[in-house]
């Protein structure tokens, strides 16, 4: 068993700032690639940015220079540090991990989601 928990989602003002959680339990070995993605109503869920193992990021056009993404291997946990957030960054925010694990092989798994919006 495998479950990321997301957190740090909210109501924030145009031009504010939130950080998202991500940490990861179970029977985990190693955490490869982890992700955020977003699916606002009536919209495809989408990548909003994604990073290695070893650090190393892909953002998605909308939010560069806006949102950083990081990662603590030892605490399996990722974060989203989201500024000067628009009414356009509402959403749920999921994350993604692609797991291996300790028995079962490697796999993809999703959080459950955290709601995030952008309103005055």
């Known amino acids: 068993q495998v479950q990321l928990v997301e957190s740090g989602g909210g109501l924030v003002q145009p031009g504010g700032s939130l950080r998202l959680s991500c940490a990861a339990s179970g029977s985990i070995l190693l955490i490869y690639d982890m992700g955020w993605y977003r699916q606002a109503p009536e919209k495809q869920r989408e990548l909003v940015a994604r990073?290695?193992?070893?650090?190393?990021?892909v953002y998605a056009d909308s939010v560069k220079g806006r949102f950083t993404i990081s990662r603590d291997n030892a605490k399996k946990t990722m974060y989203l540090q989201m500024n000067s957030l628009k009414p356009e960054d509402t959403a749920v925010y999921f994350c993604?991990?692609?797991?291996?694990?300790?028995?079962?092989?490697?796999?993809?798994?999703w959080g459950q989601g955290t709601q995030v919006t952008v309103s005055s």
């Open positions: 993604n991990a692609d797991v291996m694990k300790l028995v079962g092989g490697r796999g993809g798994y």
């Open positions: 990073i290695s193992r070893g650090g190393s990021t």
